[in-house]
């Protein structure tokens, strides 16, 4: 008799190279530095919160992760570690949305912090066909962020400067969603934070696959990686931006 189809393996297989990419970076950190494979894996990875396991926090793992990584650290390979990393992908809840995040289609922001708003892009986009950056679905992003800008300006008061970190402003496609005079700001980030997408995102194109060309040029890359620095390991390196909420109220028109 068939299998019964099952969606979310479906779903997690589609995400195999992706989170191959993730593993083989966890063994190489691993192999260098003083961190156990479960260890690096939390720490400099996407995967704790793909495993519906929340936001990484300085505190001790929890039972879940533990069990996982336990597992994975028995395995005798990396194709042993990557079948079990997809399984468990494959029966974890759905991920967690960001406590606090406040959604518009696919950008999110944070409430502000000291008068700083940060902004983030995710592919929510539920129209299929082309990507959510392609040019026939610009209006839609710009009409996105013009309703988030549009909140925040009349129910976020303390909201003064709007900042972003992230690979996307390398970009043409993004940078032309937002006001000219804030990515003109963009200046390389420094250290980076390694548990989203800020930087992961990059090898991921919107069907979930990875990008060939970027992604063999990070794995030849990870014989040189630094573990005390290995946020420089990514071939695009996130870049900060941030302008006066009043560039975005103008740009948009609002008010
Ligand atoms: C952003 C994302 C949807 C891009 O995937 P995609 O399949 O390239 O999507 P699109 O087709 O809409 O991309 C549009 C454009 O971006 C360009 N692009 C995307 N990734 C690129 C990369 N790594 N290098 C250069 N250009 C890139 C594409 O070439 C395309 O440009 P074009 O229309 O001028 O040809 C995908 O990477 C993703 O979902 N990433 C996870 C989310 C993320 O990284 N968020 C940042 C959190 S701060």
Not at 7 to 36: C, I, K, M, P, T
Not at 182 to 211: C, D, K, V
Request: contains cysteine.
């Amino acid at each position: 008799m068939a299998e019964p189809f099952d969606s979310r393996r479906v779903r997690a297989e589609a995400y195999r190279d992706y989170v191959g990419l993730q593993l083989r970076f966890a063994e190489a950190l691993a192999d260098r530095g003083d961190l156990s494979l479960g260890e690096a894996l939390r720490r400099y990875t996407s995967l704790h919160r793909r495993l519906g396991l929340g936001n990484v926090t300085a505190d001790p793992p929890g039972p879940d992760w533990t069990l996982f990584a336990k597992r994975l650290e028995e395995a005798p390979d990396t194709q042993a570690r990557l079948d079990w990393i997809v399984t468990t992908l494959a029966a974890a809840p759905d991920e967690q949305p960001q406590p606090n995040q406040v959604r518009f289609g696919c950008f999110s922001y944070e409430p502000p912090q000291d008068g700083v708003l940060r902004i983030h892009f995710t592919n929510r986009d539920s129209e299929g066909g082309a990507g959510p950056l392609a040019l026939s679905k610009a209006a839609i992003r710009r009409s996105e962020l013009s309703r988030m800008f549009d909140h925040v300006r009349r129910l976020e008061p303390e909201a003064k400067i709007v900042a972003g970190a992230s690979w996307l402003y390398h970009v043409q496609a993004y940078r032309r969603l937002y006001p000219p005079d804030y990515t003109a700001t963009a200046t390389p980030a420094g250290e980076m934070n390694l548990t989203g997408n800020s930087s992961w995102g990059q090898f991921l194109t919107h069907g979930g696959a990875i990008r060939p060309a970027l992604s063999a040029e990070f794995l030849a890359g990870l014989a040189k990686l630094d573990p005390q620095a290995p946020w420089l390991a990514f071939p695009l390196r996130p870049l900060r931006v941030s302008a006066p909420l009043a560039v975005f109220t103008a740009h948009f028109s609002l008010g």
